[in-house]
C-alpha cells in the first residue's frame, strides 16, 4: 500500500511539474526548415530490422503517416527540409569501442552499405528510404546530409547545411524518438537552433522494461520550444 501511495504521489508532482513548466513557443517563419532522421527501411518498413521493437510505437503514433505529411505540405508549400541519414560502411565495423546500441546496430547489420562510393544493393535495403518518401526526398526543396554515425548530427554536416541556408529554427521528426532525435535536438539546441519536436512523426523502441517513446516525449517537453502534434503543427502552415 505504502508503495502505491509513493507511485500516485510521484506521478501527481509529475503532471503538477509539467503543467507548471514555461511555454517558450515556436513561430514557423521563412527561416525554418524541417529535419527528418532516418526516414529508412530499417526503422520504418515491416521488413526493417528494428521493427520488432520499434514497430508497436510506429503503428501507434502512425509515424510513417505522419512523416509523409510533413513531406507532403513541405513540398506543396517549397519548405526547405533536411533529411540526415544513418549509414555504416565496412569500416566503421572496425571500430575499437562501441556503445550499447551501436554494438547492437552492427550486430543487426543495421543501415550498412558496401562504402561511401558504392550503392551497389542500396535500392531496397534497410539503409534505403521507405519507397513512400522516396518522391519527396528527391524533391528540389529537400537536401540530404552526410550521415551521422551515433546518433547526434555532430559527425555529419547538418548544422554547416542549416546556417548556409539561413536557417537558424528547425522541425525535428523522424526515427528513433529517444535516441536519434533526441540527440539532434540537444545538438541542435546547443549550437544555437530554436527547435521544435513533432512528436507523433516520431517513433521509438518500446522493450519489456523500457519505454523509448515516454523517455523521449518527457524529454522533448523538457528541452524543446514547442512540442507538437502533426496536426497541430499542419495547421501552422499557411
Given at each position: ?8 504521489a510521484?506521478?501527481l ?14 513561430v514557423?517563419d521563412?527561416?525554418?526548415a524541417i ?8 526503422f520504418?518498413?515491416e ?43 565496412p569500416h566503421?565495423?572496425k571500430w575499437?569501442?562501441?556503445g ?7 550486430n543487426i ?15 531496397g535495403?534497410?539503409?534505403d ?7 519527396y ?24 547545411q ?11 521528426a523522424?526515427m ?5 532525435v533526441?540527440s539532434h535536438?540537444?545538438?541542435?539546441l546547443?549550437?544555437?537552433f ?5 512528436y507523433?512523426a516520431?517513433g521509438s523502441a518500446?522493450l ?6 515516454e ?7 523538457m ?15 499557411k
Amino acid at each position: 500500500m505504502k508503495t502505491i501511495k509513493i507511485l500516485i504521489a510521484t506521478i501527481l508532482f509529475t503532471n503538477s511539474l509539467f503543467a507548471q513548466l514555461p511555454k517558450p513557443g515556436f513561430v514557423f517563419d521563412e527561416h525554418t526548415a524541417i529535419v527528418i532522421t532516418d526516414p529508412q527501411n530499417d526503422f520504418l518498413s515491416e521488413d526493417g530490422v528494428a521493427w520488432g521493437v520499434v514497430g508497436e510505437n510506429v503503428k501507434a503514433y502512425k509515424t510513417r503517416e505522419n512523416i509523409e505529411k510533413l513531406f507532403r505540405i513541405a513540398a506543396k508549400n517549397n519548405i526547405n527540409v533536411f533529411v540526415s541519414p544513418h549509414y555504416y560502411y565496412p569500416h566503421d565495423h572496425k571500430w575499437d569501442f562501441e556503445g550499447t546500441l551501436e554494438t547492437l546496430m552492427h550486430n543487426i547489420g543495421m543501415f550498412d552499405r558496401k562504402g561511401p562510393l558504392n550503392i551497389d544493393g542500396l535500392e531496397g535495403s534497410g539503409a534505403d528510404w521507405l519507397a513512400r518518401y522516396k518522391p519527396y526526398i528527391n524533391g528540389d526543396n529537400v537536401l540530404v546530409t552526410s550521415p551521422h554515425k551515433v546518433f547526434g548530427p555532430e559527425s555529419n554536416d547538418l548544422a554547416l547545411q542549416l546556417r548556409k541556408k539561413g536557417i537558424n529554427k528547425v522541425v525535428l521528426a523522424g526515427m528513433s524518438g529517444n535516441l536519434c532525435v533526441e540527440s539532434h535536438l540537444r545538438e541542435l539546441l546547443e549550437v544555437g537552433f530554436e527547435v521544435a519536436v513533432v512528436y507523433d512523426a516520431t517513433g521509438s523502441a518500446i522493450l519489456p522494461d523500457m519505454n523509448g517513446a515516454e523517455a523521449a516525449l518527457t524529454n522533448y517537453k523538457m528541452l524543446a520550444s514547442h512540442v507538437y502534434s502533426t496536426k497541430e503543427f499542419l495547421k501552422t502552415i499557411k
